[in-house]
Nanobody, 122 residues
Framework: QVQLVESGGGLVQAGGSLRVSCTASGRTLEYYAIGWFRQAPGQERERISCINVRDGRTYTADSVRGRFTVSRDNAKNAVYLQMNSLKPEDTAVYYC???????????????WGQGTQVTVSS
């Protein structure tokens, strides 16, 4: 079992930055693909970025490319999402999810965190 906990969300003004963290316990994330997802009220869940923890391959969605960066710290068993130049439309609950395997993005995530709220004011 892998337990995932997100942290680092909050309220920020447009143009600001936040870094959200996904910290794992129970197992090492080394052989997992980790995805960052977000869901705004009334909208479908969107996959925005992923990372293969073992080799560092990443994926970033067009909607956030150039503003968001995913990274990992294997020693801390954690994955991060650095969000810059935030816009009000980035407001959502941000989740991390994990799936074992040599993928960049989790295909059918077995494990989800509880989410962290990110609110961007205009």
């Amino acid at each position: 079992q892998v337990q995932l906990v997100e942290s680092g969300g909050g309220l920020v003004q447009a143009g600001g930055s936040l870094r959200v963290s996904c910290t794992a316990s129970g197992r090492t994330l080394e052989y997992y693909a980790i995805g960052w997802f977000r869901q705004a009220p009334g909208q479908e869940r969107e996959r925005i970025s992923c990372i293969n923890v073992r080799d560092g391959r990443t994926y970033t969605a067009d909607s956030v490319r150039g503003r968001f960066t995913v990274s990992r710290d294997n020693a801390k068993n954690a994955v991060y999402l650095q969000m810059n130049s935030l816009k009000p439309e980035d407001t959502a609950v941000y989740y991390c999810a994990a799936d074992p395997g040599n993928y960049v993005c989790p295909l059918h995530p077995d494990y989800w965190g509880q989410g962290t709220q990110v609110t961007v004011s205009s």
